[in-house]
């Protein structure tokens, strides 16, 4: 039996309260019906510095305990869902530095982008889009967006019902996850 190719769920935001997180765990299901292993990157979980290497990325040298363990958990991977929101018309910065920690890491490998926000995270989604294509990651298509409504919050902009939120978009999300699946496991047949 040929292995799974394992797929990252990176989570781009860190806020206590953040909706990201939520998305991506209903994303797990996802990856798994698609065939492939789930592995939860919450960047509120590992905590990145800025980044703190002396050399650019692209040297491949890497000193910080924390910059090895990164690219190390990146380069394990046959395929990558990027869950961002909308933050003044861009992605995060926290994804922004985790990116920018690994060059050789990214490069060829198969990623979609999951975004959400008032107008579904389109913005954010354009932005990381020009840096997952500048960098060379093997983009499938234009992922999925996420349109917020009103009645998704409560008086505390807490979200409501997360589940009920990812589900209005089950559809397309699991298409672009199919899709993503599919091209990490002609990665892992072709490694
Ligand atoms: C710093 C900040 C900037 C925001 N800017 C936007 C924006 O430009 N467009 C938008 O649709 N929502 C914006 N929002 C609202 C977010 O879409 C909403 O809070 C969402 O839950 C953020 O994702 P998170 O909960 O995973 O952090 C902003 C929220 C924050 C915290």
Redesign the pocket.
Known sequence: MSARPKVGIIVG?T?P????RSVADELVGMVEAAGAEPVMLDLAELRLPLLDEALPPASGIRTQPHSIAWAEQVAALDGVVFVT?????GYPAALKNAIDYLKEEWVGKPAVVVS????G?Q?AAAQLHAVLDYIGLARQGEGVRMP?QPTDFDES?HMVDAPAFVSRSSEALRESIEGLVAAAAAELVSA
């Open positions: 935001s806020r309260t953040r909706v990201g929101p909308d933050y003044n018309s959400y926000g008032w107008a995270g913005a917020f902009m």
